[in-house]
């Protein structure tokens, strides 16, 4: 019985956390649904120090990677 209630606690606890997710796309207030927009508005300026960031990473990968190995002759 025990086994039970708690397969049915757990079963309502997933049903109220999809709610607000399926609350939030129905449309109640707004006088039409649009999809989200992810991407930035084409007049924003690219953010220089992250891409400065990913250029520098992106360098020590490649020069670690051609740093030669130590294994000599006995290959």
């Known amino acids: 019985m025990k086994k039970h209630l708690l397969i049915a606690l757990c079963a309502g606890g997933v049903a109220l956390a999809v709610c607000g997710d399926a609350y939030a796309q129905s449309g109640i207030g707004n006088t039409?649904?649009?999809?989200?927009?992810?991407?930035?508005?084409?007049?924003?300026?690219?953010?220089?120090?992250?891409?400065?960031?990913?250029?520098?990473?992106l360098l020590l990968v490649v020069g670690a990677n051609l740093i030669p190995s130590k294994r000599g002759h006995k290959d």
Not at 33 to 50: F, I, Q, R, V, Y
């Open 32 to 57: 039409r649904l649009a999809p989200p927009t992810m991407n930035p508005p084409k007049e924003a300026e690219g953010d220089l120090a992250a891409m400065g960031t990913g250029i520098l990473l």
